[in-house]
């Protein structure tokens, strides 16, 4: 349980501080519009350089909705990865904004780190990259 006699703090994170907290990888979530609304699915995820990597299934929901049909020309999409700590009530947030394109077999040629196993399992041969256009953070801690 928290210690109340505390006050909390909102902090924002510098671009920096962002990529060194979701560096290591693992669950994501992707945030983007599909015809029937918003839509926010988990993925797991790693790091290339400042570009967020993950795949996914042909014929899914990311197939369909991320796809503008004309060749790159990429829809925008939001990634957020948090790490929430209930007991202490104090954890971070970040959030990437960009463009989020399909992986071509010489681009998986040219990774500098293998792109996560998803733990759902099953046919996910879609590799997406997610190169950010702007990249925030939020930290809660309490003094």
Not at 14 to 42: K, W
Not at 66 to 95: C, M, N, P, Y
Request: glycine fraction near 10%; charged fraction near 25%.
């Amino acid at each position: 349980m928290s210690d109340r006699s505390t006050s909390a703090v909102l902090e924002e994170l510098d671009t920096e501080e962002c990529l060194r907290l979701i560096s290591p990888g693992g669950v994501g979530r992707v945030g983007f519009n599909t015809p029937d609304g918003p839509t926010v699915l988990p993925v797991n995820y790693t790091m290339d350089g400042r570009a967020v990597l993950f795949r996914t299934a042909f014929g899914g929901p990311m197939d369909q909705d991320l796809s503008t049909g004309v060749r790159g020309v990429e829809l925008k999409i939001a990634f957020e990865v948090d790490h929430i700590d209930t007991a202490a009530q104090q954890g971070w947030s970040v959030l990437i904004q960009g463009a989020a394109h399909r992986v071509s077999e010489e681009e998986l040629a040219t990774l500098s780190s293998p792109i996560a196993e998803p733990w759902a399992g099953g046919e996910r041969r879609l590799y997406i990259r997610v190169d950010p256009v702007q990249l925030t953070g939020r930290r809660i801690r309490h003094e």
